[in-house]
């Protein structure tokens, strides 16, 4: 029921019925193995969703593509819509954490200033002085985080 084209099989519609009723052709090691090349060259999100991508497009139900994509039904639910409304660009744009914006990013450069001019022995000494001029209370892990960022080796 395949074509022969080159040495290469090439799925028709005649079977295509075949692989939706029976999605255990897609083994997971299988779909790893495509993913792990994949991502060499992306991503390893953007590499799941094109595999996610494909097995949709040939009809694989939702539970079934979940678990054989690795994701969620809710993530692959979603992918779902965006191919049905025809939105595949977005579905290639990672975005980027949704994470609560550093106390410390106002004052970064006053900060590092601050640590340049002054010898300051321990990043505790460095949060004391962050409490008593800016009035921020931060963490000494944080203050190295910080440090860490502005590439300052404390």
Known sequence: MTKQIEGTNFMT????????????????????????????????????????????????????????CGFCQKTVSSIKKKLEANEIDALFVLRGGGGRRS???DFKSAIV????????????????MILEKYGIKVTPQAVGKLLKKTELDY
């Not at 790893?32 to 595999?51: D, G």
């Not at 497009?57 to 678990?67: F, H, M």
């Not at 200033?113 to 000494?125: F, I, L, P, S």
Request: glycine content about 2%; charged content about 25%.
């Open 13 to 68: 519609n005649e079977n295509l019925h075949q692989v939706r009723d029976e999605p255990e052709h897609y083994s997971q090691p299988t779909i790893s193995k495509v993913i792990e090349f994949l991502r060499m060259f992306m991503p390893v999100t953007i590499a799941k969703r094109i595999v996610c991508i494909v097995i949709l497009s040939i009809g694989v139900p939702v539970e079934e593509s979940s678990r054989i």
């Open 103 to 105: 106390p410390l990013a």
């Open 113 to 128: 200033e601050e640590v340049n001019q002054n010898t300051y022995q321990t990043k505790q000494q460095i949060a004391d």
